[in-house]
T-cell receptor, first 114, second 110 residues
């Protein structure tokens, strides 16, 4: 596609429920990243995919968080048993290669846990 | 891993004046330093970047300088305009991962 697409754009969920966030990267981009941005704060790295493997999951906050990617295409970030501290904007980015440049961000999913 | 610190956290400037944001990084192996602009409710967008083999780069009213010895880099915006009001993030990378500063909220007063 022309850009990185994320869905849903907004999600309100009850504490304890599971949520799935979707990211559709730019076609041909082999690298895909998930970041979390809490209100008024910077971007916190969660996970990096190269193709469908995740060589760096070091930013996932707990075992309630998981992510997968199908080939060099769509990725889903799943948060199980959501907590109020999970409320944030979840941003996905993709890049042509694994060099740190060429990141293009999606518009994010604003998750609110009530 | 890389740790990027950014100052100031907020910056208010009069329209037409210059704005300067400074960042420091910890990993001497970092070699790529982009700056992103994020308007309220929007995605971060790359505005300028610099690599470690370059000391300065300019694009119209924005410029970035890099001091590898001191491990710091700065964003300079000249002749600020109201549309420059946004949050600006610096970042550093030596491989696939960008490590971001905490952001600077820039407000341009008319």
């Amino acid at each position: 596609g022309a850009g990185v697409s994320q869905s849903p754009s907004n999600k309100v969920t009850e504490k304890g429920k599971d949520v799935e966030l979707r990211c559709d990267p730019i076609s041909g981009h082999t690298a895909l990243y998930w970041y979390r941005q809490r209100l008024g704060q910077g971007l916190e790295f969660l996970i990096y995919f190269q193709g469908n493997s995740a060589p760096d999951k070091s930013g996932l906050p707990s075992d309630r968080f998981s992510a997968e990617r199908t080939g060099e295409s769509v990725s889903t970030l799943t948060i199980q048993r959501t907590q109020q501290e999970d409320s944030a904007v979840y941003l996905c980015a993709s890049s042509p290669g694994a060099t740190g440049d060429g990141y293009t961000f999606g518009s994010g999913t604003r998750l609110t846990v009530v | 891993g890389e740790n990027v610190e950014q100052h100031p956290s907020t910056l208010s400037v009069q329209e037409g004046d210059s704005a300067v944001i400074k960042c420091t990084y910890s990993d001497s192996a970092s070699n790529y330093f982009p700056w992103y602009k994020q308007e309220l409710g929007k995605r971060p967008q790359l505005i300028i970047d610099i690599r470690s083999n370059v000391g300065e780069k300019k694009d119209q009213r924005i410029a970035v300088t890099l001091n590898k010895t001191a491990k710091h880099f700065s964003l300079h915006i000249t002749e600020t305009q109201p549309e420059d009001s946004a949050v600006y993030f610096c970042a550093g990378s030596n491989d696939y991962k960008l490590s971001f500063g905490a952001g600077t909220t820039v407000t341009v007063r008319a």
